[in-house]
């Protein structure tokens, strides 16, 4: 089945630093990959939607400065926290979508935000 | 958009026997329903879909059932093992394939 891998899989960091978060899709090309974000015993909810070669699209309540999202390949998309909180501190899973509609979800990035 | 929801979010099962799961969806519009099943510290990964022009499908061990007239969607385990227990999401799309999941059902195995 199809493969998506995110790094690192856990990050602390310090607050007001920055922190990248990458999502691959391993076997397969997706023009469209997805970050979500889930806090402790909560539902995933989307933050945004990467489209390979344009601006990422962000729900509503999502801050596109402070979560700035790449997409520069189809194997590729890129999360980076700016300027991290604690409040930022959270579960960040990724998805690449196949097959549409259907979507293979990376591990997950445990951040911790001191 | 419109959210999923969930009925309750625990279930306790004896091992070996079934669980149901279920879902309540507000959507009419919604043409894709999936669940997930994600475990401590993981991602979520796919058990079951169904399309919004069946009413039944099953997998190995596992079955979902589709019902539009009152929204509700469920998911049947059968033969419910240790390795089973998780937190169990619906979820539903849109045209634009943009996932909104439910709240979550704790499902806890008892041996």
């Known amino acids: 089945g199809a493969v998506v891998s995110q790094h690192p899989s856990r990050v602390i960091c310090k607050s007001g630093t920055s922190v990248k978060i990458e999502c691959r899709s391993l076997d397969f090309q997706a023009t469209t990959m997805f970050w979500y974000r889930q806090f402790p015993k909560q539902s995933l909810m989307l933050m945004a939607t990467?489209?390979?070669?344009?601006?990422?699209?962000?729900e509503q309540g999502v801050e596109k400065d402070k979560f700035l999202i790449n997409h520069a390949s189809l194997t590729l998309s890129t999360l980076t926290v700016t300027s991290a909180h604690p409040e930022d501190s959270s579960f960040y899973i990724c998805?690449?979508?196949?097959?549409?509609?259907?979507?293979?979800f990376g591990p997950g990035t445990r951040l911790t935000v001191l | 958009g419109e959210s999923v929801g969930l009925h309750l979010p625990t279930l306790s099962v004896q091992e070996g026997d079934n669980s149901i799961i279920n879902c309540a969806y507000s959507?009419?519009?919604?043409?894709?329903f999936i669940w997930y099943k994600q475990e401590s510290g993981k991602g979520p990964q796919f058990i079951i879909d169904?399309?919004?022009?069946?009413d039944k499908r099953q997998g190995q061990r596992v079955t979902v059932l589709l019902n539009k007239t009152v929204k509700h969607l469920s998911l049947q385990i059968a033969a419910t093992q240790p390795g089973d227990s998780a937190v169990y999401f619906c979820?539903?799309?849109?045209?634009?394939?943009?996932?909104?999941f439910g709240a979550g059902t704790t499902v806890t195995v008892r041996a």
């Open positions: 979820a539903e799309t849109f045209n634009d394939y943009k996932l909104s």
């Open positions: 990467s489209n390979e070669g344009s601006k990422a699209t962000y």
């Open positions: 959507n009419s519009a919604s043409d894709y």
């Open positions: 998805s690449a979508l196949g097959g549409p509609p259907e979507q293979f």
């Open positions: 169904i399309r919004s022009n069946m």
